[in-house]
């Protein structure tokens, strides 16, 4: 049996590499910047009140990513939080290789289009070719049903890439689709 390539995974092979060598004259296919990896990260105040809220928010973020998501705990004591170091504030998941180009995938067709009042995501880069992107509502994805949400939560989402300039990760993350706005 055949292994399935995801679709935007034969897109960077097939279409992207090329107009990127072509647009930035490239002499090798090896210095065209690649996505590394995408990382789902997801804040949980609440954490340090209620342990049920994180063990809500691993679930959830499990879903989104179709990997399991760890908790995060912190590191240091901030008395201003009642935070002891040790205690759960977060979850996060790192998406590599094929799962990483089938979140991709399904952000930019199915949960990005969902959005409320949607205009385009803003366009600034990190200035190293990194991208992060905020989202408001865990709803937008399909595996979170609406009716079983206690609390609408956000995340960020950060795209790792191999560019070394934010006009080069700007073009290969057009490439693949991001509605940036003009």
Do not use: C, H, W
């Amino acid at each position: 049996m055949e292994k399935r390539i995801p679709t935007l995974k034969k897109k960077f092979n097939e279409e992207i590499i090329p107009n990127l060598k072509e647009e930035f004259k490239y002499t090798s296919v090896m210095q065209v910047p690649r996505l590394k990896k995408i990382v789902l990260n997801q804040g949980v105040g609440q954490g340090v009140a209620d342990k049920k809220v994180v063990a809500v928010a691993q679930e959830e973020m499990t879903k989104i990513a179709g990997q399991k998501a760890i908790q995060r705990n912190a590191k240091n004591n901030i008395s201003n939080f009642k935070l002891r170091e040790g205690m759960p504030i977060g979850v996060k998941v790192t998406l590599r290789r094929d799962r990483m180009y089938e979140f991709l995938e399904k952000l930019l067709v199915v949960a990005i289009p969902r959005m409320k009042d949607f205009q385009g995501i803003p366009a600034k880069l990190d200035g190293r070719g990194n991208y992060t992107l905020g989202i408001e509502e865990q709803f937008i994805f399909p595996e979170i049903e609406l009716d079983k949400i206690d609390k609408i939560t956000g995340m960020n989402i950060t795209f790792v890439t191999s560019a070394r300039t934010d006009e080069e990760g700007y073009a290969l993350l057009k490439q693949f689709g991001f509605p940036f706005k003009k």
